[in-house]
């Protein structure tokens, strides 16, 4: 398995603000991914973190409003730009395993006022 | 596009019963996880599910996945007060995850 740490936990940040949140792995791994989680909703993939180069972004969400950062294999920072209230939500951070297995951060709970 | 749906989203269940939660997908995968979260945590991995017919068991919990049929369940037997939580399944797609809506699974005693 892979220990994921994430920071911050959670933060409560104002509107028009902007704010970073790290992944750190406890092993290299190949692939990381940023996830979001609405209140009370599924998840959803922002974008996949690449190892040196951009990021590969989903429908939906753009690199202004989402930059990504991967200077390594253990670490990623994704960074939520000019907040709104709408940006409340958990991110969560993933990493794959060559085992096929996916394993997830336990999240940064951010709420915007 | 690749579409995950689940059913039920609410399941109320009495302790010592059994039920099974579905999930049904739009496009071929061979890989398919399930997923279970408690409130205000994050997701803690219950089944990876890797070929046809693949079926895992873990405790009261049981998974499978029929790739014809694009279909896994999630099987749960005798159900005690400690299985409450939202359970999701998802969907391998070039190593990225498509998630169902999610189960919100409540056991009562």
């Known amino acids: 398995s892979a220990v994921i740490s994430q920071k911050p936990s959670r933060d409560i940040c104002q509107r028009g603000t902007s704010l970073t949140i790290q992944c750190q792995v406890d092993s290299q791994v190949t692939m990381m991914f940023w996830y979001r989680q609405q209140p009370g909703q599924s998840l959803t993939l922002i974008a996949t973190?690449?190892?040196?180069?951009?990021?590969?972004?989903e429908s939906g969400f753009v690199i202004d409003k989402f930059p990504i950062s991967r200077p390594n294999l253990t670490f990623s920072t994704l960074t939520v730009s000019n907040m709104s209230p709408e940006d409340s939500s958990i991110y969560l951070c993933?990493?794959?395993?060559?085992?096929?297995?996916?394993?997830f951060g336990e999240g940064s709970r951010l709420t915007v006022l | 596009e690749l579409k995950v749906e689940q059913n039920p989203l609410f399941l109320s269940m009495q302790e010592g019963k059994n039920y099974t939660i579905y999930c049904n997908y739009s496009t071929t995968s061979d890989r398919l996880y399930w997923y279970r979260q408690d409130p205000g945590k994050s997701l803690e991995s219950l089944f990876v599910?890797?070929?046809?017919?693949a079926v895992k068991q873990e405790g009261r919990l049981m998974a499978s996945l029929d790739t014809k049929a694009r279909l896994s369940t999630l099987h749960i037997t005798a159900a005690v007060h400690d299985l409450s939580a939202t359970y999701f399944c998802?969907?391998?797609?070039?190593?990225?995850?498509?998630f169902g809506a999610g189960t919100i699974l409540r056991v009562k005693s």
């Open positions: 599910l890797l070929s046809n017919g």
């Open positions: 973190a690449n190892q040196g180069s951009e990021a590969t972004y």
């Open positions: 993933s990493v794959g395993l060559n085992t096929g297995e996916l394993f």
């Open positions: 998802a969907v391998d797609r070039y190593h990225k995850l498509v």
